[in-house]
Structures are given as C-alpha cells and as structure tokens.
C-alpha cells in the first residue's frame, strides 16, 4: 500500500515554456501534499504544502507565481513551472499523507526537469 | 531554531553492523522517520519511530530515546545494495517534517 506515482519521470524543456508534473497517491485518499526539489548532492528542499481543495502554502523563497500548486482532489496534485529557465532544472519529488497511513509522507519517484 | 545532526558520510563492510547516528533539537515532537534515497531516486520510507525504544524490521532497526533527542537506524547483515544515504526527519509541534541532510553509507565489498 501507500504508492505515489508522479508523471512524467522526465522532462526536457526550452526555456519560457511551462511545465506541469502531476503526483497521484494511487491506493489511498491523500489530504495533504508535498513538494520539494533536490539539486545534485544537496538535501531535499521543501518547497510547498497544499491540502485538498486549499491554497497551497509556500516556504521562505519559493515564488508561488512561479511554481502553481493545485490539489484538486484527494488523490491528485500538479506543479506548473512557469516560464521555466535553465536554473530551474532540478529534481522535483511530491510526497503525500494521507487517510490512514497516519503522519508518514511516501514519496513519489521524482521528475527530472532540464531546461534548456 | 531547529536542527537535526547526522554524520556526512559513513564506511562500512558488505555482512557487517552499522549504526547511523541522528540527533535532533525542534520545537515540539510528533515523531521521528529514517528514509533511504538511493543515488538519483527519490527517498523511501523505512521507519517510524514516536515512542522511546527500539523497533525492529527485518535487517533494519530504530531506535529513539526523546529525553536524549537522539535516535539512530542499525542495518545488519549489510549488502551491496544499502549503499544509499540515510535520511532522518523530525515531525515537529506544526506537524512540519524538519528533515536531516542525510548520510551517504558507502559499502566495501
């Protein structure tokens, strides 16, 4: 149980196209989400929390019109990186918790972004 | 503020014992987790831990004493393929996860 999967594993892109990832929690009711990003050997950065049907709350940084978080249903999330430049390329992993799995976050495989 | 220690790096030998040590100060505790990330994947849960004591699964132990801060993950029997960095993470009073920033264990043949 608890599966996450994200989509797609990969993307390339030109700079200034948008890009979104979705994170689906695939045998269990997801109430809250979770972003991050991970550069290469550096510790994973929280980068929004969003929970069912409300705004997503941004860390310290992270620029919310940049990286739009909807959590429209218990069981899907999507990131849209917008305008995506190459500074932006970078490893992206959604987690969820949710209905009972108690507090722990399981994370999704991860999407790979280079922009080019 | 709020911290979380853990050794950089650790070596250890392929059928041998080693323990990754964790140490923490946040505000407030709902709970401590150990994730494994293999290199270039995403993290994967091994345990929880929110009550003093040690849990066992399979090869792999936690422990966590909350009066000390402290916790640490035992992996046995070790194999190639634990070659990963070790992950912990606090769950502090607002229910944030506060994470560590990992232990890469490299494992010697």
């Known amino acids: 149980g608890a599966v996450v999967s994200q989509h797609p594993s990969w993307v390339i892109c030109k700079s200034g196209t948008s890009v979104k990832i979705e994170c689906r929690s695939l045998d269990f009711q997801a109430t809250t989400m979770f972003w991050y990003r991970q550069f290469p050997k550096q510790s994973l950065m929280l980068m929004a929390t969003?929970?069912?049907?409300?705004?997503?709350?941004?860390e310290q940084g992270v620029e919310k019109d940049k990286f739009l978080i909807n959590h429209a249903s218990l069981t899907l999330s999507t990131l849209t990186v917008t305008s995506a430049h190459p500074e932006d390329s970078s490893f992206y992993i959604c987690?969820?918790?949710?209905?009972?799995?108690?507090?722990?976050?399981?994370f999704g495989p991860g999407t790979r972004l280079l922009v080019l | 503020g709020q911290n979380i220690d853990q050794p950089t790096e650790m070596t250890a030998t392929e059928g041998a014992i080693v323990q990754i040590n964790c140490t923490y100060q946040t505000s407030g505790f709902n709970g401590l987790f150990w994730y494994q990330q293999h290199a270039g994947e995403a993290p994967t849960f091994l345990s929880y831990?929110?009550l003093d004591g040690l849990e066992e699964k399979g090869r792999f132990s936690s422990f966590l004493s909350r009066s000390k801060g402290y916790s640490y993950l035992l992996l046995k029997e070790l194999q190639m393929k634990d070659s990963a960095s070790y992950l912990c993470a606090v769950m502090d009073s607002n229910y944030q996860l506060i994470w560590g920033a990992g232990t890469k264990l490299i494992i010697k043949p």
């Open positions: 969003s929970n069912e049907g409300s705004k997503a709350t941004y």
């Open positions: 831990n929110v």
């Open positions: 987690s969820a918790r949710g209905i009972g799995e108690g507090e722990t976050q399981y």
